[in-house]
């Protein structure tokens, strides 16, 4: 039988921490979470659609245990504030769902520095789930859910001397680039928290081809591209609803059966039912994690290491 979101098993006082969960997979992930008794902390950059998305999840859930914490992934300043604010009010954390990017937009730097693609989709994860990683580790069964794409296989592993792509941008050469990060960083941080002897878990998951606002946005940001373009013609036609799309990062987040570096996905790749699906490109893949982690550590300035703490 498939599996489907009558198979979350009870989520009655768990905390789980969502970026972008004001709208698309985001907000079907916490509004699923929530409505099973999971406190969600709701970590997004526009506070606005925030607010429209706890009215949104406490329409079907009134008694939704809903918090709000203002994240904006392309800023490393905001993302340690997050995490700050999240470590102040829970001092154990059973779930984190990395959720939140953008896709094939123009060119564009941030505040830091970094290529807009890469420091959305990974490196503000990164440092996200470092500082987070002691809550996680806390508490027995916790995972970390890291949402992929299947333009994870169109990617090139991250170079070391050119992370950013100066004078090689391309909108979905970087985003290429930024999910296969997506795709290492799960990974990778699996095996880190085997080498630790953790109790915490990590896994890797994506959505196919999805009815969200990613497509609207990518159009916009990349001035109207053909492509981008095509591709939201593409999922307004045959793509997933949100809900269906959101199983897969559901069922990694919440199935008592999966485990750590675990991949899942849609049957037939971009539509179908949440499985289990291989992990290919294992070729190479040990360099390319050692890549990342060299690469993120050094632009973030924050080094992701695994230590249990006294007494987990």
Known sequence: MSWTAEDI????????????????????TARNLASKGAHVV?????????????????????????????????????????????????DRLDLLVNNAGVMAIAETRTADGYEMQFAVDH????????????ALLRT?????????????????????????????????????????ANFHF????????????????????????????????????SGGGASQRFFHAMAQRTGMSPDDGALPQLRAATDPAARGGEFYGPRFVNNGAPVRRPVLRRVGMDRAIAKLWEVSARETGVALSVRIPAGA
């Open 9 to 28: 098993p009870d989520q009655g006082g768990r905390t789980a921490v969502v970026t972008g969960a004001n709208g698309g997979l985001g907000l079907v």
């Open 42 to 90: 709701m970590a997004v950059r526009n506070q606005e659609k925030a607010a429209a998305a706890v009215e949104d999840i406490r329409a079907t859930t009134p008694d939704a245990s809903l918090e709000l914490i203002a994240l904006d992934l392309s800023s490393q300043a905001s993302v340690k504030e997050a995490a700050a604010r999240i470590l102040a009010a829970h």
């Open 123 to 134: 490196l503000g994860h990164w440092t996200l789930t470092a500082l987070l990683l002691p």
């Open 140 to 180: 027995p069964g916790s995972r970390v859910v890291t949402v992929t794409s299947t333009a994870h296989h169109l990617g090139r592993a991250v170079k070391v001397a050119n992370p950013h792509l100066e004078g090689r941008y391309g909108p979905w050469r970087a985003y290429g680039q930024a999910k296969l």
């Open 186 to 221: 799960g990974l990778g941080l699996q095996r880190e928290l085997d080498r630790a002897g953790a109790r915490t878990a990590s896994l890797i998951a994506h959505p196919g081809l999805s009815r969200t606002d990613l497509q609207t946005v990518s159009v916009q940001g």
